[in-house]
Every structure is written in structure tokens, then in C-alpha cells.
């Protein structure tokens, strides 16, 4: 994909419309064909202009005259975002253009039509006939993990125009045109619930087939299909045969077109040099086994037999509508040296998630083993035990190469590791750091923000969450790229506010709520990751685990909370839209959970509540809090259903009340007032179960008070009562922090939006166990699972690639940038920077719908100055620490003020 220019209106003064999307991407090819949506930004950049109307029209292929297929007419609108096509049904595997023009407030004339973006649409679900999915032999053994690979030929008699080649797998796969690698280092198709649904990519083939002979080649690994998933490393979750699919579409010279899908006809199947993949445990090669015969020889190779048709597929085939995974940069070996055990072993400098390219070569037949892992111990071995789920196990993320006596550069095909040191060990010759790079991969998401400070352990913390959202921004938003990979929903309903500001994410999101919803138990439950990691392939044990862990608030709550947070910060309404139905849901399994049943902690609460006992939600299985300072795996476990009641009940009272706002931001009036009725009584049934007498909040701890002050659940009488006590519980842990992952997000915000910044700023720039900064001065390049992420032994210990903590940057964005959206999508923007903790200087950005919005503000002396700068298209209330306020719009504006003298504008 390549961005549409802007090259005819390049010199445009007036308003007009640049950087056109669809669907969150720029000129996508293989669409789903309902309703497209588009979005553009405003130019020219820092013009005093706001967009009050626009017009679309979209044309098949490029003629916009005597192809047009829909003109919105003149739309009054301030939005450049959320534009849904509505005109006649479009057809699949074409080609299709758009542009737009806007009015300005400023001019009764519109402003020039936009440069033309495209977008393509791919192939429907009903053209994936089931005798196009073909495979290979049944595999030998349970534990066969040995890639499947195809091959086809295809003759054509003249050459091609125009061509597209629509394909898909069960497992992840390599398409292949007479050796033109088409797939490259992507991990497709993403996971989804693969009993349900599974992604096609659309390539562009035109320049790949030839007049004449042409092969066809495809290679599938195991995947999240086959491989191992979970933190019980199931294999075979989804099924135990690899099989692929392919529909390709070729516009001759001569005029004719040909229509070519994987079949029984010409097809083969066969074994490959990859003779095991794994996406946890890695991969193995063996360079003896030639690729070339089945990459692009005339003959089929005599070790392959006719492909057979998949016995059963009753999957859906839908779009990929998402980046994919793919190579998004390249690290250098910073260092390479000998162990004490004579192994190689090379750190990267920089802990991500990937694979390694290297350089190798020895007698035929010797294996080298690659391992990759986090850490190193203090005796400079690599570290393999530290991953506490794993300590009884072999290690896993060990890729093995089995040489030809050829100098190979290696590069596996269908796994990903979480890493930052590599073990080399079978390799007769000495690496140099110019023999091995880092291939990090990650959704293809572009970056969406920045910052850094005086600080630069602020500055590195932000690197560090950077990482780690890149790291788990795979093929669903992962927990870590390690032990599990799970898409736990906990850890992205905490982060998604500081996601947005990190990454591009709508798209990725959109797939994972989508993906949440088709796995959505049908009481409404929601399983604890996304994809569940269930199928009617792996047997009782699995499925009822999954199932009774269906049933956590905080996790279940992403269901309501991230399409909120999604609405908040990019203003999409279509996802409130197309989740509605799973939030409803959702809300009415704990209303009915409430109802109709009694957990441990009823008895403790009933007489306190009376009639609201029917709103107390203490039922089933919790995580609770998760990992607060100190507690381990055990506790934690034991933690959830102890507390569980606290938590819950919040959780309850805070996602009714945020379905009552979406119902109402959908025109849903009676489901607005019913949801807001049931909040106010979850609220006064929480009030009067878990507030004491003597104004303590639950078990008395800082995560009771944050949740019960950020949810709005203290009446406002005792809020501040319940701030001094949080400061006190805070003060008396020496200012440290005692919260795990569903209250650390809300901690700072908590505290500053109730006047205590001082205490906020002090836990921010703490630097000792347990805080942000501990990670940090330990040389930490991403964001642990635990706040101690070291045992007192000093062995690492946990998961060292957890983004779920470092949702604090969401908050060096929204206070100490002080850029938040005051309407959904930074309609308006408001800017009100919190200035503390010794920082002379803070600076950063964020991309919004608009466009960007960047702050900078340094204090030298006496003085501060506060740059900032509002994108053409909105505006901007500024808030001073003075109190005073400042609609400003579009532009750069600075603000200026002394310890004597007030704000004033100078710029």
C-alpha cells in the first residue's frame, strides 16, 4: 500500500481534503463490500479553517463521470472521519475510487476535489467453494508439526494485465509465483476464532505470472491454528490438518480473462525443508531438502502426491480489513561473546518480538540451535527457567537448522519469539555482529505519538511501553510475546487509552472486539482472551476451563470499555454500533448473575444492603485485582474470589453506566434510562455493601479507593475523605504504589483529578520497588509483568514484555502533555498540562482524527512557556495552572507566565 499524494492541491490556500483513507487504510486492497467507511485530514496544516460540509463520490475503477456510483450531495458535517459509503451495493474483486471535497466556515464556495484514493474489494464468502481447500496427507503422528506444502501449475497464453490472487490457510502460510516470495515475513492469516472465521490477503500478481508456465507454490506451518497456544500449550486447538485456499483472477493481453482456484486438478502436496513449526516453540529446517523443484521447476517434484480436498470446512471467509504482521524494522547486534559454556550468545540491546536472520554454514548434516530468550544470568548464560510456568518444561522458542554444507542466511518462516538475547550453539565459526540482525515483527501499525521529557528515565519509560505495544500487537493484542501470547482482555481493557496515542490501532481493535464478540459465550459471557482458544477439537478439559474463567469483571468489561475508549479518542461510532448487542450482553450476564446467585461474600453484605442486595455482584470466578506489589502467581489466584465482591460490583455499576452513555450516543433512548437506572442502583448497592462506617472502602487497600473515586462510586460528600485515605495508604507504603493491573491505569489520574498532583508526581518519579521507574533503572527496555520482575535470589522471574503497566504513558500524555479529546474523536481538544516533579520540560504529540496535536512546555527560572499546536479542521480549550481559560483554534499558540505574573498569550 502507498499513500494517495496531495500533488494537485499542493498549493491550495483554501480548505481541502489530503491523506484519504478507507476502512482505517491507505488504498486497501481486499475489502469486505458493505458500507466502506472514509476519512481524510485537513489542510492546509494550521489553518484557521473548520470544515462545516463535504461531498464524496465514488466511481468503479478511476472515471469519475461516466463510472459514478454515488455522490453523498452536500453533507453538513464538522467530521473527517466516520463517512460510510450509501450508494448502490458494490461488487466484489473490483476496483474502486474516491474523493471528497470540503466547505469551510469561512467560504460559501467548496474547496477543490481531493487527489483520488482507491480501495479494492476482496471475494466474498460464498465464492470459497469447499473443494477449494486442499491438503496433504493425514499427519503420522499427533505430534506431526512438519509444514504442509503445495504446489500448482498453470499455463497462460498471453501475458497479464491486471491480476489478483485472493488467499487463505488454516495455519500460516507463504504464497509463492515462480519463486517471487508474494507473503514475505508475515504471519497470516491473523487469529481469529477459526471454528468461526478466517482471514483472506489479496495480493497484486500482475507483474509475478508469465506468458507461458507458471508455478504456483504455497507453504503452511502450524500457526495459531496447529501450534501451540495458551498457558497450557495445547496443539491441535482448531484442528490437525494444515490446508490452504486460493482464488486467482488474471486480465489477459488478448482480452480474456482466467479464473484459477486450488483444487484436486493440478495440484500437489508434499513434505518441505521445514520439518517442524511451531509458533511458541520455533522451528525446524533442514537445508538437505531442496525448495527450487517445488519453488519453480518445470517437473512436479516425485516426493509430492495429489493434493487432497480438506474433509470438512464450515468456516466463514471474511476480509482482512487489518495491517498485517510483518517486518516493521531491523536491529543490529550490539554485542557478541562467548558463555562460560562455550556457546555463542548476542544481545540486540533491545527486548521485542521477532525472529533472527543469521548467517550459517558447517559440514552438512551439523545442526546449529538458536535460542532466544529475555534475559541473561549473572554468569552470562542465557536465561531459560526464569518464566516460572516453564520452569518444569523444555524451553520453548528454540529454532534448529540442519545445514547442507552450503552457507545459509537463515530466517524462519512460521514463528515469532520475544527476545533480546540469542544462543548460538553447533556453529563450528565465530559470529561477528555483522553475521546475525533482528527481524522485529509486529502489526503493521503506524506510530501515533511521542514523548520525552528533562527525565530521561520518563523518556526511556515511554520507549519502554512503546515496545512493548509493538511486541503484543501481533495477530491479536497479545499479553506477551513470550509464555503465554494470549489476547487476555484485561490487559488490552486497561491499555486501550494508551494505545491509541502509541499506535494506529482502530483497525486492530475493531478486529479484536469482533473476534471477542464471535467468541462471546451465548449467557453473555466473556471468555478472558481474545481468541478464546476454545474448539470443539480439544476435548472437556479445555472448554470448561475457559468457560469458568468466563465470568471476570475487568476482563469480561472490555466488552463495554475499549468500544467506549475506542469512541472516545477516534469517534467511532460504528464500533458502539456493531457491539452494542455484545455489551448488552455482557452488562445483562451480571445483572442476572447479581440476581440469581450468592457467593461467599452475600452473607457479610446482606444486612448492610437490604433490598439492593439483588445489585451486589459476588458470584463466580474473579482475577480481581491482578499482581499487586509482592503477591504471587498462587495468591493472586486465591485473591480474586477473596475480594472478588469489591471489584466486581464496580465494575458492575461503572460499564452499566457507560452502556446507558453509548445507548444514548446511538439515539437508544429507553435502553439509555433503563442502563441508567440499574447503574444508580449497582451504585447505592456498592455504596451501601462495601463502604464502612467509618468511611473505609473494602479491604482498606489503594486499588479500593481509586476504582470507588474513578468510577464516580463515593458519594461526593466523602470523596475527599476517600482522597486523604488513598494519599495516607500511599504515604504509609513509603510513596509507593500498591496496585496491580486494573486500578494502576486509573491511579495517577485518580489523585490529580481530585487535587493531589504532588502525590501523583511523587509516585511517578519514584524509583524504588514497586514503581515504574525500578524497571527502568535496572536497564530495563520494556514493560514487566510484575512490579518486582526479579526474584530475591536476583533470577529473573515472569513475563519482562508486558505492556499492561505502562498504561501509565496514557497519563504522561493526558496530564503532563495535558492533550485530551474533550469531544469524542478530539472534536476539541482540550490542553491542560499538570507541571511537577522537577521537570523543567515536557514535549510530545498525538495523531488524531484531525491530525496532530503536539504541546511543549519548559519552565527556566521564574518563567514558563507552553507551545502548542491545533490542527486545521478543530479547536482548543487551554487551561492554564493558573486556573485561566483559552478557546483557541486552529495553529500554534504560546502561551507565557512568571510566578508573579498571569498567562498571557505571546504567540
Not at 163 to 176: I, Q, V
Not at 622 to 636: A, D, S
Not at 766 to 777: E, G, I, M
Request: charged share 25%.
Amino acid at each position: 500500500m502507498t499513500p494517495n499524494s496531495d500533488v494537485t492541491i499542493s498549493n491550495a490556500t483554501g480548505l481541502h481534503a489530503l491523506r484519504l483513507r478507507t476502512d482505517c487504510l491507505v488504498d486497501p486492497i481486499g475489502i469486505g463490500v458493505e458500507n466502506p467507511e472514509f476519512s481524510w485530514l485537513l489542510g492546509p496544516r494550521g489553518a484557521d479553517l473548520i470544515q462545516v460540509a463535504y461531498m464524496v463520490q465514488v466511481a468503479e475503477g478511476e472515471d469519475f463521470t461516466d463510472a459514478l456510483l454515488w455522490e453523498s450531495g452536500r453533507i453538513e458535517s464538522h467530521l473527517p472521519y466516520g463517512v460510510r459509503y450509501a450508494g448502490a451495493p458494490l461488487t466484489a474483486a473490483t476496483a474502486y475510487s474516491w474523493r471528497v471535497r470540503v466547505w469551510s466556515d469561512k467560504d460559501d464556495e467548496p474547496g477543490p476535489w481531493s487527489e483520488a484514493a482507491t480501495f479494492e474489494t476482496g471475494i466474498d464468502n460464498e465464492r470459497w467453494s469447499a473443494d477449494s481447500w486442499i491438503t496433504g496427507p493425514e499427519p503420522s503422528s499427533p505430534n506431526d508439526d512438519a509444514a504442509l506444502y503445495l504446489r500448482g501449475d498453470l499455463t497462460l497464453p498471453a501475458a497479464v494485465v491486471r491480476g489478483r490472487a485472493h488467499a487463505t490457510a488454516l495455519g500460516w502460510y507463504r504464497l509463492f509465483v515462480n519463486g517471487v516470495d508474494l507473503t514475505g515475513p508475515s504471519l497470516v492469516p491473523r487469529w481469529t476464532p477459526f471454528d468461526d472465521v478466517v482471514e483472506h490477503q489479496t495480493y497484486d500478481v500482475t507483474e509475478a505470472f508469465r506468458t507461458g508456465h507458471n508455478v504456483v507454490a504455497i507453504a503452511v506451518g502450524d500457526g495459531r491454528f496447529r501450534g501451540r497456544l495458551g498457558f497450557l500449550n495445547r496443539r491441535r486447538v482448531y484442528g490437525d490438518r494444515l490446508a490452504a485456499s486460493m482464488q486467482v483472477e488474471l486480465d489477459l493481453a488478448d482480452g480474456t480473462t482466467v479464473t484459477w482456484e486450488t483444487g484436486k486438478e493440478n495440484w500437489f502436496a508434499g513434505p518441505g525443508r521445514i520439518t517442524g513449526s511451531d509458533p511458541k516453540y520455533g522451528e525446524r529446517v533442514d537445508y538437505r531438502i531442496s525448495d527450487e523443484d517445488w519453488l519453480d521447476g518445470h517437473d512436479v517434484p516425485s516426493r509430492f502426491t495429489p493434493a487432497e480436498i480438506l474433509p470438512q470446512h464450515p468456516r466463514r471467509v471474511i476480509s482482512e480489513e487489518v495491517p498485517r504482521v510483518g517486518e516493521v524494522e531491523r536491529l543490529a547486534a550490539q554485542r557478541v561473546w562467548r558463555s562460560p559454556s562455550g556457546k555463542q550468545l548476542v544481545d540486540f540491546g533491545q527486548n521485542a518480538a521477532g525472529v533472527v536472520r543469521v548467517r550459517l554454514s558447517g559440514p552438512a548434516g551439523s545442526t546449529v540451535t538458536l535460542t532466544h530468550s529475555e534475559l541473561t544470568t549473572a554468569d552470562g548464560e542465557l536465561d531459560t527457567e526464569y518464566i516460572q510456568a516453564n520452569k518444569k518444561r523444555p524451553w520453548f522458542q528454540r529454532d534448529q537448522v540442519v545445514l547442507d554444507g552450503v552457507e545459509r542466511w537463515f530466517q524462519p518462516w512460521f514463528t515469532i519469539h520475544g527476545f533480546r538475547y540469542l544462543e548460538v550453539d553447533g556453529l563450528t565459526s565465530d559470529l561477528t555482529i555483522d553475521d546475525v540482525e533482528f527481524v522485529v515483527l509486529s502489526s503493521r501499525l503506524s506510530t501515533t505519538g511521542s514523548f520525552s521529557c528533562s527525565d530521561q528515565r520518563l523518556t526511556q519509560l515511554w520507549q519502554n511501553v512503546f515496545w512493548s505495544t509493538r511486541s503484543n500487537f501481533t495477530d491479536t493484542a497479545t499479553d506477551c510475546p513470550t509464555r503465554e501470547r494470549s489476547g487476555w482482555t484485561g490487559d488490552i481493557q486497561v491499555f486501550t487509552p494508551a494505545a491509541t496515542g502509541i499506535l494506529d490501532s482502530q483497525a486492530f481493535l475493531r478486529r479484536y472486539m469482533s473476534n471477542m464478540a464471535i467468541d462471546q459465550r451465548p449467557d453473555g459471557r466473556v471468555l478472558p482472551f481474545v481468541p478464546g482458544e476454545i474448539s470443539s477439537a480439544v476435548g472437556r478439559v479445555m472448554v470448561t476451563l475457559a468457560e469458568t474463567l468466563a465470568n471476570s469483571a475487568g476482563w469480561g468489561d472490555v466488552a463495554v470499555r475499549t468500544p467506549w475508549d475506542m469512541y472516545r479518542y477516534y469517534g467511532d461510532t460504528r464500533v458502539l454500533e456493531e457491539q452494542y448487542t455484545a455489551m448488552c450482553r455482557w452488562v445483562g450476564h451480571m445483572e442476572r448473575e447479581a440476581r440469581t446467585k450468592k457467593g461467599l461474600q452475600r452473607r457479610f453484605v446482606r444486612t448492610r444492603v437490604g433490598h439492593l442486595e439483588r445489585y451486589v455482584l459476588d458470584s463466580g470466578f474473579h482475577w480481581g485485582e491482578w499482581l499487586r506489589p509482592g503477591e504471587t502467581f498462587p495468591l493472586n489466584i486465591l485473591e480474586g474470589p477473596r475480594r472478588g465482591a469489591v471489584v466486581a460490583t464496580a465494575y458492575f455499576a461503572s460499564s452499566a453506566r457507560l452502556l446507558a452513555q453509548i445507548a444514548e450516543v446511538l439515539g437508544r433512548q429507553d435502553d439509555a434510562t433503563r442502563y441508567t437506572h440499574l447503574a444508580d442502583n449497582v451504585r447505592r448497592a456498592w455504596q451501601a455493601a462495601f463502604i464502612r462506617a467509618d468511611g473505609r472502602i473494602g479491604t482498606d487497600r489503594q486499588d479500593d479507593y481509586v476504582r470507588a473515586l474513578a468510577f464516580d462510586l463515593v458519594p461526593s460528600t466523602q470523596r475527599p475523605a476517600a482522597t486523604a485515605r488513598l494519599v495516607d495508604l500511599i504515604e504509609d507504603a513509603g510513596d509507593h504504589l500498591g496496585t496491580g493491573f486494573l486500578s494502576t491505569p486509573l491511579l495517577l489520574a485518580t489523585l490529580v483529578d481530585n487535587g493531589r498532583s504532588d502525590v501523583a508526581f511523587r509516585l511517578l518519579m519514584q524509583d524504588t520497588s514497586p514503581s515504574w521507574l525500578h524497571q527502568v533503572t535496572l536497564g530495563a527496555t520494556t514493560v514487566w509483568e510484575t512490579w518486582e520482575g526479579y526474584g530475591s535470589d536476583g533470577r529473573g522471574e515472569a513475563s519482562h514484555n508486558h505492556y499492561a503497566f505502562g498504561a501509565v504513558v496514557g497519563w504522561l500524555r493526558e496530564s503532563l502533555l495535558g492533550i485530551t479529546p474533550l469531544e469524542p474523536g478530539y472534536r476539541r481538544v482540550g490542553i491542560a498540562p499538570v507541571i511537577g516533579g522537577a521537570l523543567s520540560f515536557a514535549e510530545g504529540s498525538v495523531e488524531t482524527p484531525f491530525g496532530t496535536v503536539s504541546v511543549q512546555w519548559r519552565v527556566d527560572g521564574p518563567t514558563t512557556v507552553l507551545d502548542t499546536e491545533i490542527p486545521t479542521g478543530t479547536d482548543a480549550r487551554v487551561q492554564l495552572p493558573d486556573g485561566r481559560v483559552h478557546d483557541v483554534g486552529p495553529g500554534r499558540h504560546t502561551f507565557e507566565w512568571t510566578t508573579s505574573q498571569p498567562a498571557r498569550l505571546v504567540g
